[in-house]
T-cell receptor
Framework: ETGVTQTPRHLVMGMTNKKSLKCEQHLGHNAMYWYKQSAKKPLELMFV???????ENNSVPSRFSPECPNSSHLFLHLHTLQPEDSALYLC???????????????FGPGTRLTVL | GIQVEQSPPDLILQEGANSTLRCNFS?????LQWFHQNPWGQLINLFY???GTKQNGRLSATTVATERYSLLYISSSQTTDSGVYFCAVGYGGATNKLIFGTGTLLAVQP
């Protein structure tokens, strides 16, 4: 148990569906992240939120739409996905300091997404 | 961008054996972390180690930032150590962004 939860754990959707992934952190952190892990590939950073503000969009297609309503919750809204978007989607959180302090990132268990 | 390479890509051990995993990175970074991903996909933090040496039970890690590499040592391996080991380097300003290596798939056989 890392203090980061994700729902659902598994999701199967068609290319015309709209679904959302949810992440919640119980660690009091101020930064949250979405990563994508495709088969046979390293984890890829998708989005970064710091104090609810998006600070990084790593050239992610617009069919992935993140939302961060507060520092504890992060969503990834999905629409019109392609089969190649099938992957494990991981959420993480960390405590970042304005003075350049760094801390480790804690990961949720992931949502395994299959797009048919 | 920063390149992170891990070796070996695959490793099979007998229970009780020791091993060393290596992570090379191509540029200066803010920090380095080691993770273990279990067969169910959960990433577990092992070490946050921008430099120096740390130990936690049967695991230890050393990062030599000036030479851009880090080593993860596993001693007296157990079947529960099986999974994928990732190193990830942190870069960026106020928010720590991680670039992950390609991973080492470890299988420990009884």
């Amino acid at each position: 148990e890392t203090g980061v939860t994700q729902t659902p754990r598994h999701l199967v959707m068609g290319m015309t569906n709209k679904k959302s992934l949810k992440c919640e952190q119980h660690l009091g952190h101020n930064a949250m992240y979405w990563y994508k892990q495709s088969a046979k590939k390293p984890l890829e950073l998708m989005f970064v939120y710091n104090f609810k503000e998006q600070t990084e969009n790593n050239s992610v297609p617009s069919r992935f739409s993140p939302e961060c309503p507060n520092s504890s919750h992060l969503f990834l809204h999905l629409h019109t996905l392609q089969p190649e978007d099938s992957a494990l989607y991981l959420c993480a959180s960390s405590q970042e300091g304005s003075g350049g302090a760094r801390d480790t990132q804690y990961f949720g268990p992931g949502t395994r997404l299959t797009v048919l | 961008g920063i390149q992170v390479e891990q070796s070996p890509p695959d490793l099979i051990l007998q229970e009780g054996a020791n091993s060393t995993l290596r992570c090379n990175f191509s540029d200066s970074v803010n920090n380095l972390q080691w993770f273990h991903q279990n067969p169910w996909g959960q990433l577990i933090n092992l070490f946050y180690i921008p430099s120096g040496t740390k130990q936690n039970g049967r695991l230890s890690a050393t990062t030599v930032a000036t030479e851009r590499y880090s080593l993860l040592y596993i001693s007296s391996s157990q079947t529960t150590d099986s999974g994928v080991y990732f190193c990830a380097v942190g870069y960026g300003g106020a928010t720590n962004k991680l670039i992950f290596g390609t991973g080492t798939l470890l299988a420990v056989q009884p």
